[in-house]
T-cell receptor, first 117, second 114 residues
Framework: AQTVTQSQPEMSVQEAETVTLSCTYD???????LFWYKQPPSRQMILVIR??????QNATENRFSVNFQKAAKSFSLKISDSQLGDAAMYFC??????????????FGKGTLLTVNP | KAGVTQTPRYLIKTRGQQVTLSCSPI?????VSWYQQTPGQGLQFLFE???????NKGNFPGRFSGRQFSNSRSEMNVSTLELGDSALYLC?????????????FGPGTRLTVL
């Protein structure tokens, strides 16, 4: 079974600064997806960024980028130019590449990000 | 296009009762997944339905069940409620669940068991 670990329960960053959230995972599969989701106080889960394991290039979405280290099974999220609206709980998640019976998301425990003005 | 909707948004029940939660996916989405979110256990996968069939199931007792209708709307039912069932229940829909189809989450139903 796959596991996802987020070792930082809480992080804080100053507005306009950069912060990196850590995530490690364990799997015996070679093909899979990794995601970062954001859950603000409204509780609506929002996809921030995804990474396909077979792609060596790190994914980037505007101010959000990842550092994907497949051999180390590490998947960190970097938020640049942090904004007050980035304050939320961030979840790292894993999904098997094959759909069908493997289709489910396995989440880490989350990292609560605070952005200070 | 309307997002995923869940009803009710808040629910209070007492131990021993049963409850039914509803999820309406985004139009055209055929896969609906349910997750339980608690402070202690985090987010855990309950089950996934596709074309009215349960395709995946997480490690939850048989008190947790679900179904999907021909219009892809899904319901989950929890019988004989326990205090530990208090949680935020999230549903997520996607086109098919195959390959990469992004899952879109609803706002959740907050269930409190007294």
């Amino acid at each position: 079974a796959q596991t996802v670990t987020q070792s930082q329960p809480e992080m804080s960053v100053q507005e306009a600064e950069t912060v990196t959230l850590s995530c490690t995972y364990d799997t015996s599969e070679s093909d899979y997806y990794l995601f970062w989701y954001k859950q603000p106080p409204s509780r609506q889960m929002i996809l921030v960024i995804r990474q396909e394991a077979y792609k060596q290039q790190n994914a980037t979405e505007n101010r959000f980028s990842v550092n994907f280290q497949k051999a180390a099974k590490s998947f960190s999220l970097k938020i640049s130019d942090s904004q007050l609206g980035d304050a939320a709980m961030y979840f790292c998640a894993y999904r098997s590449y094959s759909g069908g019976s493997n289709y489910k998301l396995t989440f880490g425990k989350g990292t609560l990000l605070t952005v200070n003005p | 296009k309307a997002g995923v909707t869940q009803t009710p948004r808040y629910l209070i029940k007492t131990r021993g009762q049963q409850v039914t939660l509803s999820c309406s996916p985004i139009s055209g989405h055929r896969s609906v997944s349910w997750y339980q979110q608690t402070p202690g256990q985090g987010l855990q996968f309950l089950f996934e339905y596709f074309s009215e069939t349960q395709r995946n199931k997480g490690n939850f007792p048989g008190r947790f069940s679900g179904r999907q209708f021909s219009n892809s709307r899904s319901e989950m039912n929890v019988s004989t409620l326990e205090l530990g069932d208090s949680a935020l229940y999230l549903c997520a829909s996607s086109l098919s669940g195959q390959d990469y189809n992004e899952q879109f989450f609803g706002p959740g139903t907050r269930l409190t068991v007294l």
